[in-house]
């Protein structure tokens, strides 16, 4: 079974909890409202129906549909009831709040808020007793042998790092992007290598966006319980990942709300842009060009074409300077308002992409005279999260060319502090106060 088929049959068992969960809530409050048959009362299935939002939201926050619920069953149960309490204090405040004791009876609660309770217990250990053989195929582990051989791990995905064109170089974009895509779909990565090549290793894993290991097998011996074990071998986390699957779910779902009707309200500048680009110059209205994305691997970028068809720069090696003689009559307004990057929402629409995150880099970006990469090793770190069209360092004011190695420094920084305190929040507040750099005296 491939990692992304595991993958998707785990998801599946997320999908099928909430649903039992959802399931459970109405049938405790349809059956609690059969105890009152006064029609005065608010019956059982609107009270669910309030419930089971607050709920839901409750619990994708709590990991109730998590890799713990995926390990412990029990584990994800308690989340699910603390959820499921908190929904249903929610209700009764709110119901108290506006006063609705004449129409919300208190036995149709009380009794249809135990026997979703109990329901839910019910539904989640069926559930569990169905899968619970196939729960463990669900987690896709990955071991990169590099040069180094352990016996067959049962149910692992193993690969070799030549057969794959993987070695340990911090220098060399194109096989970090085939690092990237190898570990997509991953839930844990394991990397076999020899002792001098481990730190190079644990450096580019950081950048990946799953957690990993480097497996330490001189650390068998001493039974190295305070690193980690896996079918046996000692092991060294090197990297988190820094999200897990709930704050992805949650972060997602914001891009896509946001992302949606923004896109329907801009099509009247979308196409007005696009108009004035080609009655403007010759060429296409877009801009694609490759840049580094979540995980290192590559994606294609769109913006609003802003330089003459002959002049731009594919690579990224030369930043846009203020007198630029590439950027078109158009090209520099839509530059210095931030219009060039709107095509961008299609590519948070395709998932290349977030509204918030590090800004994405083209292959030859340079500051000063040096690449990004060999200005500071931790850069391939901020591609631990998918890249953004507005970020911390945006919105802090460092953005446009990059001429010295502190502009490159400076932007690192604060993307590096965006993954340590990252949350949901946070992006929120980002995207309010890009509307106030959106004209910027760096943007040209």
Known sequence: MSMMSRQARRYRYYAALAVADVIAIFLGFEIGGMLRVTTRYTNGFLLALMTTPIFLFFSFNNGSYGNQALIDWRTGLQRAIVAL????????????????????????????????????????????????????????????????????????????????GLRPDARDPMMLNRLGSVVRGADYVFVCCRLEDRAEWAHLLKGTDVPAHVIAPEFDQMGATRLGRFHGHSTMQVSTGV????????????????TVPAIIVLTPVLLAVALAIKLDSPGPVLFRQQRLGRGNRLF??????????????????????????RITRVGRIIRASSLDELPQLFNVLRSDMSL?????HALGSLAGLE????VDQR??????LKPGITGLAQVRGHRGATLKRDDLINRLQSDLEYFEHWTLWRDLGILLSTAKVVVHRNAF
Request: net charge neutral.
């Open 300 to 325: 294609e970028l769109y913006k609003f074409r802003s330089m003459r068809t002959d002049q731009c720069d594919a690579d990224g090696n030369t930043s846009a300077s203020r007198t630029d003689s």
């Open 371 to 374: 690449l990004f990469w060999d």
């Open 379 to 384: 850069y391939w770190h901020r591609h631990a």
């Open 356 to 360: 918030v995150g590090p800004r994405p």
């Open 243 to 258: 999200m897990d699957m709930r704050d992805r779910f949650m972060k997602r779902t914001m891009d896509l709300v946001l």
């Open 85 to 164: 309490f908190e929904a249903l204090a929610l209700v009764l405040f709110v119901a108290f709040f506006l006063q609705t004791s004449s129409v919300v009876s208190r036995l149709v609660f009380g009794a249809g808020s135990a026997l979703s309770g109990m329901f839910l217990i019910g539904g989640r250990w069926l559930l569990n007793q169905r899968v619970k053989d196939g729960l463990a195929a669900m987690r896709s582990e990955l071991v990169i042998l590099d040069r180094c051989e352990i016996e067959p791990i049962p149910g692992a995905h193993v690969i070799d790092a030549d057969a794959f």
